[in-house]
């Protein structure tokens, strides 16, 4: 029984490969001229199409289920809402139920707990983003009075990404020209390209407040222009 073990456990250690032979699996290119290394960038513009927005409830009562109940019931009104609007169920979330004490502090005495509050929010993706100020004020008006956002971003970025792919690619390749000709030589061939990854960083959430006082006032959400960028680190060959 020993003598099996110890040959089924040589014959796991044979199949392994070596510390040599995982180095000798590296793809090396030798470089017989100057090697050349650059950074490039490439850059789009894009309008955002999505507005992501988080819209919720705070209700306080002296009984932490009163206050519950209160901020479920003023949610599901939220929520009516946004479907009569037409907002699709795939782009609403719960993102937050919370339930907190209340205590009230007086000097040289222990808090006194008063009430809790309760907290209810979701994360609405608005896909119309010039009607998602419209909508907000009928959030507001069927009870919602913590309004976050919005964050607006590129629902598809992927084509505008590969366009700034495209770009670094021309950036580096000139860069390279340039270095190759102040130095009396001429690019051979690109021996490497490395993406440290495409980013369309979306602007900070700008904070929003109910209005409910000001019946005149109408929320408006202006899209603006997104930039998207792509980092490539690329190697040329001189000679």
Do not use: H
């Not at 003598?3 to 510390?19: F, N």
């Not at 907002?87 to 007086?106: A, G, H, K, M």
Request: hydrophobic letters at 40%; a positive charge.
């Amino acid at each position: 029984m020993k003598k099996a073990a110890l040959a089924a456990l040589m014959l796991g250690a044979a199949a392994l490969p070596s510390a040599g032979a995982a180095q000798q699996s590296t793809i090396n290119q030798t470089i017989a001229g100057t090697r050349l290394d650059v950074n490039a960038t490439g850059e789009v513009t894009r309008v955002p199409d999505v507005a992501i927005i988080t819209a919720g409830v705070v209700s306080r009562s002296p009984t932490a289920t009163g206050a519950l109940q209160d901020s479920a019931s003023r949610m599901q009104a939220v929520l009516a809402a946004l479907r009569r609007a037409g907002v699709e169920s795939r782009d609403i979330q719960t993102s937050n139920v919370s339930l907190n004490p209340e205590y009230r502090y007086e000097n040289n005495e222990p808090p006194k707990l008063v009430g809790y509050s309760a907290s209810n929010s979701v994360t609405v993706r608005f896909r119309d983003i010039r009607a998602s100020g419209k909508i907000l004020d009928t959030l507001v008006a069927q009870g919602a009075n913590q309004i976050n956002g919005p964050s607006l971003t590129v629902d598809k970025p992927e084509a505008a990404l590969d366009e700034a792919r495209a770009k670094a690619i021309a950036v580096g390749r000139a860069r390279a020209e340039l270095y190759a000709r102040s130095m009396g030589l001429r690019v051979v061939r690109i021996v490497s390209v490395n993406e440290s990854g495409g980013s369309y960083p979306a602007p900070p959430p700008m904070p929003m407040y109910a209005r409910a006082e000001v019946a005149q006032a109408k929320t408006e959400i202006v899209p603006g222009e997104q930039k998207l960028q792509v980092n490539l680190a690329m190697t040329f060959e001189l000679q």
